[in-house]
């Protein structure tokens, strides 16, 4: 059955998803290729204020798989994404030459570098613009938006809905990874910065003003007192704690207007839905420390976490991908286990997302659709744990670590595929064999390029888990 969609759908990507250029020049597209060698240069990409215009715009999302080691690992891009909504099931019309008028699926750009509230006010005006038009074409008068944003486009759309009021034209925001409360994986992009070969981007990272939003605003710095906030940390290195404290002021925006509008009288008639799809079991960074000066980063919680919330899909810990005001409450079971360059890509998140976009049309009431919590179900579920590196140097070898959780009786078999995504050649098959408390593979020789590597086992059904390595 096809369903006809009443409301806007708009896309947005993470951070780096976003294609941008410089007076008509493209200075970031590294959508299918190795990042290594498709930038040179990141002079154009150096944020020197958080003026609107620098001459930097955003001209389309990311189509195919990208990586920044160390950052991002994106599989697949959003092409997905958009076939999946495209493929018919759904009635959408999406912008094209000889449709320019009757719009209702839309995909966002934005400036990944800047301040997320500038990019939240550019897509208050985008949405605006958009939804006025498409009630007025479709004859669809009660017509809202539900957006669809993977990880930092989910701050901006928070931004957007409960700061700038958004909330009231809004129907559902369905996030994939969006790290609500940040990422402790930020604070190494930061310190530790960017420097491979002869190519050093530390700069432009530091200079980014959306990688200082994504820093953890919970506890979760150890120090000799306790656990601190990061932004309550001073000395350590390369991170500027006025802008880190300032980062957190952007939060605390959010979390003081959502309190405010579900206080709102017209809240219980007009409020959205949030509905956030949570990758875990990935080993994920949960803790920080600074010892002897250098930055060590943990998978151990901080006292505050039990331990069996300690996962998450490699970059979001699982506490941070639901919003705060939504952490006692009960939801839907929307937790997968996957990396977060693959969630907004998985074919299990896809096929519930689009049962949920239809259910949103029809007049059932959606008070359950709220998000995900730990449930039997989910704790129970089959899952992979994969485990690589972001980027090999090609002298030394390629270690793949795997864990099968759940499984009984036990799985004696654990394979990787690995594919190349750069550069010619055959898939590689290995196996891993036991090692401790993981299974563990070794490849040598691999060419200079990008490689997918997925982890599966041929004795029972249960769905491969995914990640991207680079080899320089």
């Known amino acids: 059955m096809i369903v006809d969609v009443k409301d806007l759908i708009v896309v947005l990507p993470g951070i780096m998803g976003s294609v941008l250029e410089k007076n008509g020049r493209v200075i970031w597209n ?74 209702n699926y839309y995909e966002f750009p934005y400036d990944w570098r800047r301040d997320n509230r500038i990019s939240a006010q550019k897509l208050k005006q985008f949405i605006d613009e958009r939804l006025e038009n498409w009630r007025r074409q479709s004859e669809h008068k009660d017509a809202q938006v539900i957006i669809l944003a993977h990880s930092m486009g989910g701050l901006v759309s928070r931004y957007y809905l409960e700061v700038l009021e958004g909330w009231r034209d809004c129907r559902a925001l369905i996030t994939f990874g969006t790290p609500y409360r940040g990422s402790v994986k930020a604070i190494s992009a930061i310190v530790e910065g960017y420097n491979v070969a002869v190519f050093n981007f530390s700069e432009a990272v530091r200079s980014f003003t959306s990688v200082y939003q994504l820093l953890p605003i919970y506890e979760m710095f150890k120090t000799n007192g ?16 006025e802008r ?25 008639t007009n409020g959205y839905v949030v509905l956030p799809f949570v990758g875990t079991r990935q080993s994920t960074y949960q803790s920080a420390s600074l010892i002897d000066g250098q930055l060590q980063m943990s998978y151990n919680p901080p006292s505050s976490l039990p331990p069996e919330l300690a996962d998450g899909d490699d970059t979001v810990p699982r506490i941070s991908a639901i919003p705060v005001e939504m952490e006692y409450q009960d939801y839907y079971n929307t937790f997968f286990p996957c990396h977060h360059g ?66 009984e009786p036990s799985v004696t078999q654990l394979i990787a595929q690995i594919i190349p995504k750069t550069t010619q050649g ?11 408390d993981y299974w563990k593979a070794t490849v040598e020789n691999l060419a200079a390029g990008v490689y ?21």
């Open 30 to 103: 590294i959508s299918g290729k190795s990042f290594l060698k498709s930038i040179t240069s990141s002079e154009d990409l150096i944020l020197q204020s958080d003026d609107h215009d620098d001459g930097v715009v955003a001209t389309k999302i990311m189509e195919d798989f990208h990586i920044v080691p160390g950052i991002i690992k994106i599989l697949d891009g959003y092409t997905k994404l958009q076939e999946q909504l495209l493929d018919g099931s759904l009635r959408l019309y999406p912008q094209s030459p000889n449709n320019q008028d009757l719009v």
């Open 226 to 241: 306790g656990y601190r906030r990061i932004s309550e940390v001073d000395g350590i290195p390369n991170l500027d704690r």
């Open 244 to 268: 880190a404290v300032k980062a957190r002021e952007f939060h605390q925006e959010i979390i003081n207007n959502a309190e405010k509008n579900r206080r709102h009288d017209d809240w219980k």
């Open 342 to 407: 693959e969630i907004q890509a998985n074919k299990n998140v896809l096929d519930l997302l689009k049962e949920r976009i239809g259910q949103m049309q029809s007049q059932i009431d959606l008070s359950g659709f709220k998000g995900a919590e730990r449930s039997a179900k989910a704790e129970a579920q089959i899952a992979f744990n994969l485990s690589v590196k972001d980027l090999y140097l090609s002298a030394n070898p390629i270690e793949i670590y795997g864990q099968i959780i759940n499984a």
């Open 426 to 436: 055959e898939p590689i098959t290995v196996e891993l064999q036991p090692d401790g």
């Open 452 to 472: 997918e590597v997925q982890l599966s086992t041929p004795e029972i059904e249960v769905t491969p888990v995914r990640d991207l390595f680079e080899v320089a």
